[in-house]
């Protein structure tokens, strides 16, 4: 019994700490501690920076794992030159990348090493994605040509790269 009559007091000691804190943070009223880390606050900081655009500023939606689960798909094949941020939405049901890479070889072609693309000119990359997320690569792009790939173990081999001009 006493310690059924311990644990209920410290339960009760718990909820007036909680009442307690409540009361504090609701005085405070308008701190807010909200990460700005989810896909979803990057995209509009990314659609609001893009809405004033100077010439120089574009953006390119890149879509992975649609339609089939190693396809890289580029909304537009190439953009003007100057500073890019490249949209990229993992819509496959496993964890995919996109990497950008300057290099006059046509996507399909780059060297292979341990069944991934040897990444000579990589300029950037959104790092692993998991599926059904969003990331934004911003990369100032000169003229030239482009590949675009995933190059997890194996993805690239599947076919996970689309050619980009940049003009
Ligand atoms: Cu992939």
Same mark, same amino acid.
């Given at each position: 019994?006493?310690?059924? $009559? ?5 339960? &009760?000691?718990?909820? =007036?700490?909680? =009442?307690?804190? *409540?009361?504090?943070?609701? %005085?405070? /009223? $308008?701190?807010?501690?909200?990460? *700005? /880390? ?7 900081? /990314?659609?609001? =920076?893009?809405?004033?655009? *100077?010439?120089?500023? /574009?953006? !390119?939606? #890149?879509?992975?794992? &649609? ?5 890289? !798909? ?13 949209? !990229?939405?993992? =819509? ?11 290099? @006059? ?9 341990? +069944? ?7 300029? +950037? ?8 997320? *969003?990331?934004? !690569?911003?990369?100032? &792009? @000169? ?6 790939? %995933? ?7 599947? +076919? ?5 001009? #940049? @003009?």
């Amino acid at each position: 019994m006493t310690l059924h $009559s311990r644990v209920a007091r410290g339960g &009760l000691a718990l909820l =007036a700490a909680g =009442a307690i804190a *409540t009361g504090v943070s609701a %005085c405070g /009223s $308008s701190s807010s501690t909200d990460t *700005t /880390s989810t896909p979803a606050a990057s995209t509009a900081a /990314s659609s609001t =920076a893009t809405t004033g655009s *100077t010439a120089t500023a /574009s953006q !390119v939606d #890149v879509t992975l794992g &649609l339609p089939e689960e190693f396809s890289l !798909v580029p909304a537009s094949p190439s953009v003007a030159a100057g500073t890019v941020t490249f949209k !990229v939405k993992n =819509a496959g049901t496993m964890p995919h990348e996109m990497v950008v890479i300057k290099t @006059t070889k046509d996507a399909g072609k780059l060297p292979v090493k341990d +069944g991934e693309a040897v990444e000579t000119g990589a300029l +950037g990359e959104t790092g692993d994605m998991e599926a059904g997320t *969003t990331k934004d !690569v911003t990369l100032k &792009l @000169t003229p030239g040509h482009y590949a675009l790939i %995933c190059n997890l173990p194996g993805h690239y081999l599947g +076919g996970m790269y689309a050619n980009f001009e #940049v @003009t």
